[in-house]
């Protein structure tokens, strides 16, 4: 009975069987969506990580005397799957074994008993936390855990739940449009479990096939997203193409999460339904509370106050359907405020990139090549480099560490002036006897990359000596941004005495001269160091230099090359090849990198992001005009009846009409005026911590696409309250009227 009641009854509504299938349908594309590319961007960061780093879980470094029973003891724990020697890293007294585990949540655990078990040191034991993290397993005592996979995991759960939330809307919308037969069949005995099955078998006979579809289409378009991405970032070097991928289990969770997320979706309005008694079922709508004697909300004050009665009318209509508009608003909101905010901070982070990296070096390199574990000594290439066809200056050198002893007295008198260096530094400075131990950096040029840099310093060329760079940030008057210096050390200064890492002293160094501008390099210099250029041959000569430390990468030489003014990128990327090719040649491995491409890739990258959190916002903001089109459309029958009595006190249609577009501009510039002002004062806090010129920002301020976003929810906006007002006032309200009393 109950098949052939829900199969006319279905036949009956089709205006309830569409609507419950459009919201089927999306609900199963917006999970397939989103099942898709989650578990793809899982899995090719996955697939990175194993590539770059390996498949290993965990590392043991292994001494000669207990190699052989480590391995037997390592042999007997059950959740050890393979032993592998990674010969690469071993050396001749030690051997490190790489791990992996069956159960890869029991890693630290395992790891742990090995550790007590084989009695090794902490630094005998490294595990692949960057790998375990992916799969959820993270060190326990770890304070912080990645995040990164928690987050996306949320994020789809949220998603999730705003899906039932809107599901729940349509399916209310549809179960309402039958209340009166719900009346019927509970006067005659039917009891609210059997009417709960009922709405629940209709809405699964009718939801089958869009779930189907529904999920068929999300993966599609997640596959033509993966493509996209790929297509997109096909220029970006070293990034292996996304392979679009499908794991049977989520094609089965996007399935049953679509379901079950129906089912809910249609079980909750249909347990609230199944509790109206049965007379004020027959009556076919939900009897109102009485309202309490509250003041009026201010939405509902500002448009009386604006548009008078017609106003109060919106603004109470608004209110009676806050609950139903809670996703529309919801969604709405957040991404607008999403989508603005994030333009806004990458527009600031561009401007701050491109003052700190790319203007700051623009004139400084334009190919570098990095060539580890190479002492500048071992080079003999200069020349060759020198000579490419488009190289116009050319600088080889090398980086150390020392510190300096520098007295009290032999600072500046500008910087004595201020307290010394303390007052500057604060606690970046260390005070030793009689004066403060300074960070002296090293930086050995090739002997004519540093007789012409004497030369541009102002300076007698001369490769008996350094030169120092004598300048020190003057933080009490000026910011990060836009620095003074103040001189570091006294004009006369001949000569520095430095001091290894242990605290021993090297020698002296003497001076050619001192600058307070520094070579065209690729280079950072802290602000409180003693930066000093040596030429390569009073560094090969000098007998201390082989107890100067090398960076903490180790020793390195590093060639910066030069071309001509205004060169373009397709140059860079040719001289970048023929510097390969001659460092190749001669067995140096070495890295090579042009400037213009690694900018048109930080655009590139910046550019990715953009789209894949605009494309986030965009699917809020979808979900939040379903819930505004599902709501105009749906509630049809009440409205009638609503502006039927409206038509009865003498209100015209071009007035009915009005408060369907009081309530759309309500609805979509509620998340304009509540997120721009947000916007403004986050950016102008940013803008404060970051020292930049707002004159900047507004001259790149993302005005266009954020106007572009605003203008779309209005226009959707617009059209949901256009074809509901289009639906309600085409027919005979008249007629309505005369059914009012039964109501």
């Not at 609230?272 to 201010?298: F, M």
């Not at 623009?362 to 480099?385: C, G, I, K, N, R």
Request: glycine share 6%; net charge negative.
């Amino acid at each position: 009975m109950w098949k052939d009641f829900s199969r006319s009854d279905l036949a009956h509504t089709p205006a309830a069987v569409r609507t419950m299938r459009l919201a089927a349908l999306a609900a199963a594309f917006f999970l397939a969506l989103l099942c898709g590319l989650f578990y793809n961007a899982w899995t090719y960061e996955v697939d990175r990580i194993l590539r770059e780093e390996g498949s290993w879980q965990a590392r043991l470094t292994l001494s000669g005397e207990e190699q052989a029973a480590a391995l037997e003891t390592l042999e007997q724990f059950a959740q050890v799957d393979t032993i592998t020697c990674n010969e690469a890293l071993s050396g001749p007294e030690t051997k490190v074994v790489e791990l992996t585990f069956r159960d890869k949540g029991t890693v630290y655990d395992t790891v742990a008993r090995i550790r007590d078990r084989l009695g090794l040191a902490e630094d005998q034991i490294q595990t692949h936390d960057t790998l375990l993290s992916r799969y959820l397993v993270t060190d326990p005592r770890d304070p912080d855990p990645p995040l990164l996979l928690p987050f996306l995991l949320g994020v789809w759960a949220v998603m999730a739940l705003a899906l039932v939330l809107l599901l729940r809307n349509a399916f209310e919308i549809t179960m309402q449009a039958r209340l009166h037969r719900l009346g019927i069949l509970a006067s005659v005995g039917a009891t609210p479990r059997q009417l709960r099955l009922c709405l629940l078998q209709e809405a699964a006979a009718v939801a089958l096939l869009p779930l189907a579809a529904g999920t068929l289409l999300g993966f599609a378009a997640c596959a033509g997203v993966s493509a996209a991405v790929n297509r997109a970032a096909a220029g970006l070097p070293g990034r292996q193409p996304a392979v679009f991928t499908l794991h049977p289990a989520v094609v089965l969770a996007a399935l049953l999460s679509a379901l079950v997320t129906v089912l809910l979706s249609a079980w909750l309005p249909a347990r609230r339904l199944c509790r109206i008694p049965p007379l004020e079922a027959l009556r076919g709508t939900l009897r109102q509370e009485a309202p309490h004697r509250a003041k009026p909300s201010l939405t509902t004050w500002l448009l009386g106050r604006c548009f008078g009665i017609r106003g109060e009318l919106a603004g109470n209509a608004l209110s009676a359907q806050k609950k139903a508009l809670r996703i529309a608003h919801s969604s709405l909101l957040l991404s607008f405020m999403g989508f603005t905010a994030m333009l806004c901070f990458f527009t600031l982070s561009g401007i701050s990139t491109q003052m700190t990296y790319f203007a700051r070096y623009q004139d400084a390199w334009d190919v570098m090549a990095t060539l580890p574990d190479t002492q500048l000594s071992e080079f003999s290439h200069t020349e060759e480099l020198a000579a490419l066809p488009g190289v116009e200056n050319c600088v080889v050198y090398e980086k150390r560490q020392a510190a300096v002893l520098l007295p009290a007295d032999a600072q500046s008198s500008a910087l004595q002036g201020l307290c010394g260096l303390g007052a500057l530094a604060g606690e970046d400075a260390t005070a030793a006897e009689g004066g403060w131990l300074v960070d002296a950096p090293l930086v050995i040029l090739d002997d004519a990359s540093f007789l012409r840099f004497c030369e541009e310093a102002g300076l007698s060329p001369s490769l008996d000596g350094g030169v120092l760079l004598n300048r020190v940030w003057d933080s009490l008057h000026s910011n990060f941004r836009s620095r003074q210096y103040l001189p570091f050390v006294q004009p006369d200064t001949a000569a520095l005495t430095l001091i290894d890492g242990e605290g021993a002293v090297l020698g002296e160094l003497p001076l050619v001269g001192l600058t307070d501008t520094p070579p065209a390099l690729r280079e950072g210099y802290d602000a409180y160091t003693l930066v000093l250029f040596w030429p390569q041959s009073l560094w090969e000569r000098w007998p201390q230099a082989s107890r100067l430390a090398a960076p903490a990468q180790g020793p390195e030489v590093l060639v910066r090359l030069l071309g001509r003014e205004g060169i373009s990128q397709a140059e860079c990327e040719a001289l970048q090849g023929e510097v390969s090719a001659l460092l190749e040649q001669a067995d140096y491995a070495c890295t090579v990198e042009n400037r213009l491409t690694e900018r048109a890739v930080n655009d590139q990258m910046i550019q990715g992001a953009e789209a894949i959190l605009g494309a986030f916002c965009l699917l809020l903001a979808a979900i939040g005009l379903a819930n505004v089109f599902l709501n105009t459309l749906g509630f049809v029958t009440q409205r009638r009846r609503e502006f039927a009595r409206y038509l009865s006190l003498g209100m015209t249609p071009r007035e009915l009409r009005s408060l369907f577009w009081m309530e759309g501009a309500v609805l979509a510039l509620r998340p304009l005026v509540i997120t721009l002002p947000l916007t403004a004062g986050m950016v102008a806090l940013m803008l404060r911590a970051s020292y930049l010129d707002p004159a900047l920002f507004l001259a790149q301020a993302p005005v266009v696409p954020v106007g572009l976003f605003a203008l779309g929810i209005l226009l959707f906006v617009a059209l949901a309250y256009a074809l509901g007002a289009r639906k309600v006032l085409s027919t005979d309200l008249a007629e309505i009227l005369k059914d009012d009393s039964l109501l």
